[in-house]
């Protein structure tokens, strides 16, 4: 963006920060960046004013002036208004693609939403390498929007054995589509990807550090204070625990807040998967941070609590690190994980074999390396992974009881602005309530019989007794 109209964009935030409901302030900012055909950005202006009131994009020239642009039909501005108010940007356009006719091949695509829509048909069909073409075909075409990255960078991620010989031509193919254009940040961060299953850290790094650059200047939340600031690079937090129990909301309200500048994605999977490629890889994942202002970085890998030794290599790199820890009833917290794996294709059993076959193993264990011997036999660990007390003690044996704050996810639904007040205490920063809070990544299925609850409830009785009873809370889980 222009040094000027920067300038401009970073008075219109300061007159936010005076007044939130200053609706033509939204319209301005978000017709700088139209005017910089950073269209991302222009979208995530109409969430936050929507936010403030809901019938903003009624008023707004603007929108509808960015919708023509994006290629949207006047039927589909209808669905694209009700889909922005609930949802984030690239899930909106995730629904709208997928309710279009797809074209039959790439050579038809002439907008973005069609190359889309062929990526994601041929992704389903497993024409892997079809689909990235289409995908890049997508970038090409309208760079500024993340969706197609990010469904390119879960493929690449996803299906890497399968892609490993075709990487060098697949990174060729995507520095062309994404050469000399106003690229979202997401460009850099799929390629950091690539890069490091490449083995190229080194260059990864440079990408993730480029696609930081990227992010930061586009971010609203930066001021001159950050940007005058002496910086450092360092994590102020984790959000170790637990997977299906609420991290993702949890994330998202967390870095609405003025003072959290979020990394290049939530989960980093550092401790557990990417360890070996080093300390600078992983800060590469971080802005930088001002020695002044209060603000903070962190990322959230749900399955950290209950990884092996994972607490060693944190208390090794962050000794002070602050964690966070959201609790679900670990029999609506299995049960859900076990419908999440049932849709990703990796689960075939019925829920009443997999959560018997757990209970069978599991049954009667009462320490720590138990425990840990057993979670391979579980084969997906539904169970397993709902054993607290057993992980924190294995934490708390390195890491002192004021390091952690531990929260249920029934509060965080039911008590969203006292329960996230929490986590500005503990995180020493300063309070923020959002208009709305979407709940993330919930999946629905069907009621389980009271049996089969009944029994799982009874396994869990006396784990649940032990974490209580060890952390000084009650969770009141039946």
């Known amino acids: 963006m222009q040094p000027q109209l920067k300038e401009l964009v970073t008075h219109y935030q300061k007159a936010l920060l005076i007044k939130r409901d200053n609706l033509a302030v939204y319209e301005k900012i978000a017709e700088l960046y139209y005017q910089q055909r950073e269209l991302e950005k222009v979208l995530g202006i109409f969430r936050k004013a929507l936010q403030v009131e809901p019938d903003f994009l009624s008023v707004s020239q603007v929108f509808n002036k960015t919708l023509q642009t994006l290629g949207f039909e006047r039927e589909e501005n209808i669905k694209f208004k009700n889909f922005l108010q609930k949802k984030l940007s690239y899930e909106s356009f995730y629904l709208l693609v997928l309710g279009c006719e797809h074209v039959t091949n790439i050579a038809e695509a002439k907008t973005w939403k069609d190359a889309v829509a062929l990526g994601c048909y041929l992704k389903e069909k497993q ?14 075409i309208e760079p500024s ?5 990010l469904i390119l960078g879960h493929i690449i991620n996803s299906h890497f054995p399968l892609l490993a010989n ?19 940040h997401h460009a850099n961060v799929v390629l950091g990807d690539m890069l490091t299953k490449q083995g190229k850290v080194s260059e990864a790094i440079t990408a993730y550090k480029n696609g930081i650059e990227r992010k930061i200047d586009l971010d609203t939340k930066i001021t001159a204070q950050y940007i005058n600031s002496p910086k450092n690079y360092d994590v102020s937090f984790l959000i170790v625990g637990m997977g299906k129990a609420g991290t993702s909301s949890l994330f998202h309200y967390l870095c609405q807040h003025p003072q959290i500048i979020p990394p290049t994605k939530k989960e980093l999977h550092f401790f557990n998967i990417n360890f070996d490629l080093g300390i600078d890889w992983y800060l590469a994942q971080f802005p930088p941070l001002p020695t002044q202002g209060g603000f903070l970085t962190g990322e959230a890998t749900p399955w950290y609590l209950g990884g092996y030794e994972i607490e060693k290599k944190v208390s090794q790199l962050f000794p002070k690190i602050k964690l966070i820890a959201i609790l679900r009833n670990p029999v609506t917290r299995a049960i859900s ?3 999440m794996t049932f849709k990703m294709m990796k689960e075939h059993r019925s829920l009443e074999v997999a959560m018997n076959s757990e209970i069978e193993i599991l049954t009667g264990i009462t320490d720590i390396d138990e425990i840990i011997e057993k979670y391979w036999q579980t084969e997906k660990g539904y169970l397993w992974f709902g054993l607290y007390f057993y992980f924190f003690k294995k934490w708390m044996d390195l890491f002192p009881r004021e390091q952690f704050l531990i929260l249920r996810s029934e509060d965080l639904y039911n008590q969203t602005d006292k329960t996230m007040q929490q986590v500005y205490d503990f995180l020493e920063i300063d309070n923020y ?3 709305i809070y979407p709940k993330l990544n919930s999946g629905s299925y069907e009621k389980n019989n009271n049996e089969l609850h009944q029994k799982l409830s009874n396994f869990f009785q006396p784990h649940n007794r032990k974490l209580e009873d060890y952390l000084g809370m009650k969770f009141d889980w039946e």
């Open 433 to 435: 309530s959002l208009p």
């Open 145 to 149: 929007l993340r969706l197609p990255y």
């Open 166 to 184: 075709q990487l060098e031509r697949i990174i060729t193919r995507y520095h062309q589509a994404i050469s000399g254009r106003l690229t979202s």
């Open 337 to 339: 994980n076990y419908y």
């Open 127 to 140: 024409q892997l390498d079809e689909a990235i073409s289409a995908f890049i075909k997508a970038i090409e």
